[in-house]
């Protein structure tokens, strides 16, 4: 299994924020799908309805966000995982008492990560610096989106 992306990070494929870029680049690079579990798919419905609870986004915006996610499932960049949310729960339980006292990690971010740690994923996508620093907690690469990669500087090679 691919990296696992965070809700936060998943949803700038939807709906143009601070950092979407980003993410769609990350993501046309790996050519990788996103792995969408019970809890993803919860928190993407939560998220975009209370954008347009908040006014955040149109009705008509709504519609257009939750047919894109629908499109991007049936083309496979979504993909969705067999978990159940009881496994879940008793991962991010045993999870709990070393990585929260370690790092104040939140209930649902410690739901994200069980699941990465239950699906073999080894790395973790967000740009939550808490999540982030939980994922390395937890043996897994942490891959911050919110920081620009590192560039290379390619330099002529001297001559001998």
């Known amino acids: 299994m691919g990296p696992f992306f965070d809700t936060g990070v998943a949803l700038k494929l939807i709906v143009s924020e601070p950092l979407s870029d980003e993410v769609l680049s990350f ?6 799908p996103i792995p969408v579990s019970p809890l993803i798919e919860l928190e993407m419905e ?19 966000a939750k047919k894109l996610l629908s499109n991007l499932t049936e083309e496979g960049r979504f993909v969705s995982v067999s978990i159940s949310l009881d496994e879940i729960a008793t991962e991010s339980l045993r999870l709990s008492s070393w990585i929260t006292l370690k790092t104040g990690c939140r209930t649902l971010d410690l739901m994200h990560l069980a699941t990465a740690r239950l699906l073999g994923c080894k790395e973790f996508v967000s740009s939550d610096q808490r999540q982030l ?9 942490a891959i911050d989106l919110s920081r620009p990669p590192p560039t290379t500087i390619s330099r002529p090679k001297p001559k001998r």
């Open 46 to 64: 939560t998220a975009l309805n209370a954008m347009a609870f908040r006014h955040h986004i149109t009705t008509a915006q709504l519609a257009a």
């Open 133 to 141: 620093k939980a994922a390395k907690v937890a043996g897994l690469k």
């Open 27 to 32: 993501v046309t690079k790996r050519r990788i």
